[in-house]
């Protein structure tokens, strides 16, 4: 019995930990694969924006963050207007990197 309770114990702490592992799995994510055209903290890069021609949201927006975790992961595999599919992150990488741009909210 003692031995059931403590592997319980070992989950519960397991699926925390693996929800903070996740925005943090994405922030590295997010470096390598988002920061450059959508900024540090989600401000967009003005040289980007102006380069591309096209008004970005700052991803700390009300308009971003009110997206759904299913339309932001479609704008990584499938773009968006002038953002091309971002094929370097799949799999559960899209997810980690959702859940880093939800923690960016102001
Ligand atoms: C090469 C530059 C570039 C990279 C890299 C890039 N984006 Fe974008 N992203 C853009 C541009 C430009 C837009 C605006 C597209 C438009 O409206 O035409 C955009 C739009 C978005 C939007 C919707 C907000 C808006 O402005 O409409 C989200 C969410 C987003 N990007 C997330 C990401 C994530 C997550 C990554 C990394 C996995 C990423 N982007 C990588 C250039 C980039």
């Known amino acids: 019995m003692k031995t059931l309770v403590n592997v319980l114990g ?3 702490m397991a699926a925390a930990m ?3 592992a996740n925005a943090t799995a994405g922030k590295a994510i997010y470096d390598r694969a988002c920061k450059t ?3 540090a903290d989600g401000t967009p890069n003005p040289g980007i924006a102006k380069m591309m021609k096209v008004d970005m949201k700052d991803l700390k927006s009300d308009d971003v963050q009110n997206m759904s975790d299913a339309d932001i992961k479609k704008i990584v595999t499938d773009g968006k207007g002038k953002m091309k599919p971002v094929k370097s992150v799949s799999g559960e990488a899209i997810d980690n990197v959702v859940a880093y ?3 960016l909210k102001k």
């Open 10 to 12: 070992v989950a519960a």
């Open 18 to 20: 693996t929800f903070a």
């Open 37 to 39: 055209c959508h900024g």
């Open 101 to 103: 741009i939800k923690t």
